[in-house]
């Protein structure tokens, strides 16, 4: 008697045990939904860029319009150098100053071309020797609408005490229907918001351990044989 109720004890608390991780898996599974709908909203929302000047521009290579965009906050005095970060070094200097719409003498003066970064994370690293460098304590940040959030906690975390100022750049490509129609899109906000949730967790626990992450040191950002842009995100 005392065995069968001792099974029926059992029973009921493997089953307990399996209703809390099934609540639990469905409190997370909600909790990643609920955060990529509003990742991908904020993503996807037309660009609303404060304005303001700062020490430099960083454009982070990759989608169509980055560089253009930022050679244009350059030629309106808005920072005295530009750095483009993660070129491919196969392309040549006059390339990127062909595609930028610079005048040969301003992209000579003030453009500095970075060829290290594979990824975003290069990019903050270069864009960290390059404002230790040059002592800026203000950046704004050229790159896509749905690669900001990563790229921002990246640099963040790389160059405590800098200001950063985001300015996002649309895709090119027409939105003809809601991103959760169109897989492709779909992919692409999905791949990002999966690699932004590692970068925003420490970023959470370097703000609330209020220390330093990194800090700037003197090395030097080479100032070119790179070119062909490509998309280290």
């Not at 319009?65 to 993660?86: T, Y």
């Not at 897989?183 to 220390?211: C, D, F």
């Amino acid at each position: 008697m005392l065995a069968r109720h001792d099974g029926k004890l059992e029973r009921r608390s493997a089953v307990g045990r399996r209703g809390r991780w099934l609540l639990a898996a469905s409190f997370l599974a909600w909790a990643f939904a609920t955060g990529f709908v509003v990742f991908a909203a904020y993503a996807m929302r037309p660009p609303e860029n404060p304005g303001g000047n700062a020490g430099g521009i960083v454009v982070l290579t990759g989608a169509d319009l980055r560089l253009a965009e930022g050679a244009r906050l350059l030629e309106a005095g808005r920072a005295s150098r530009l750095l483009v970060s993660g070129v491919n070094s196969r392309t040549r200097p006059e390339d990127i100053q062909r595609l930028s719409s610079l005048d040969p003498a301003r992209f000579n003066c003030c453009v500095d071309l970075g060829y290290k970064a594979q990824s975003t994370v290069g990019n903050a690293e270069e864009t960290r020797d390059w404002a230790s460098k040059n002592r800026f304590e203000s950046l704004i940040v050229v790159t896509s609408t749905y690669h900001m959030l990563r790229s921002l906690a990246e640099l963040e975390l790389a160059l405590p005490g800098v200001r950063l100022i985001p300015h996002a750049v649309a895709p090119k490509a027409p939105r003809r229907q809601p991103w959760w129609l169109n897989p492709g899109n779909a992919r692409i906000l999905l791949g990002e918001y999966v690699k932004y949730l590692p970068v925003a967790a420490r970023l959470l626990v370097a703000r609330l351990l209020a220390t330093p992450t990194a800090s700037p040191t003197r090395a030097s950002t080479t100032r070119a044989v790179p070119a062909t842009i490509r998309n280290p995100s």
